[in-house]
């Protein structure tokens, strides 16, 4: 029994560091987010689990969470069989960038700007920021020429002039 346990986790060990990084590695969402979301799935798991498993035993037979388990192993490796060709699809190896490099202001812009003309009413500008939940943009002429910046600090300050 104890070699049965011991080899059971050292599996349950190595699964268990396989599928975080798959997880993370498949996840669109930053890091963080996606670990807190696993974590929390694996816990509520193991809070659920050993309270069903009473209620079946009690009700049912003791034999039955033992089956009931084993039908959930049974479907995860149909489900990773039937989806075996995205799981083990070959994960594409980054090249990590060196320490050094330093970011561009290419490496974030925006290349759809949203710009604003010298004619508008501050209202107009105020719906803009709003809608597109930005700060500020360029102001341009005619031409799309930058003439100006506008932000909501701006509008603020003049609101509200200090002293």
């Known amino acids: ?7 059971s986790g050292a599996l349950f060990g190595n699964l268990n560091g396989l599928y975080t990084d798959a997880v993370m590695d498949a996840s669109p969402f930053e890091a963080s987010t996606t670990s807190s979301a696993f974590s929390f799935m694996r816990m509520i798991g193991g809070a659920i689990v050993p309270v069903t498993a009473r209620i079946l035993g009690q009700i049912f ?3 039955t969470p033992f089956i009931v388990g084993g039908g959930f192993v049974l479907g ?3 489900l990773i069989f039937l989806n075996r060709d995205y799981a083990f ?3 594409e190896i980054l090249e990590e960038k060196p320490e050094t490099t330093t970011l561009k202001v290419k490496d974030f812009m925006v290349p ?8 508008a009413t501050v209202k107009e500008l105020l719906n803009l920021l709003t809608q597109h939940h ?3 943009v360029p102001v341009v002429d005619n031409q799309n020429k930058i003439v100006g910046m506008a932000s909501d600090g701006d509008i603020i300050r003049y ?3 200090k002293e």
């Open 134 to 136: 930005i700060s500020g």
């Open 89 to 91: 699809k070959p994960v």
């Open 112 to 119: 759809d700007v949203i710009f604003i003309k010298p004619e």
């Open 159 to 161: 609101l509200n002039p």
């Open 61 to 63: 037979s003791p034999h």
């Open 1 to 7: 029994m104890a070699t049965c346990i011991i080899l």
């Open 76 to 78: 995860a490796i149909i």
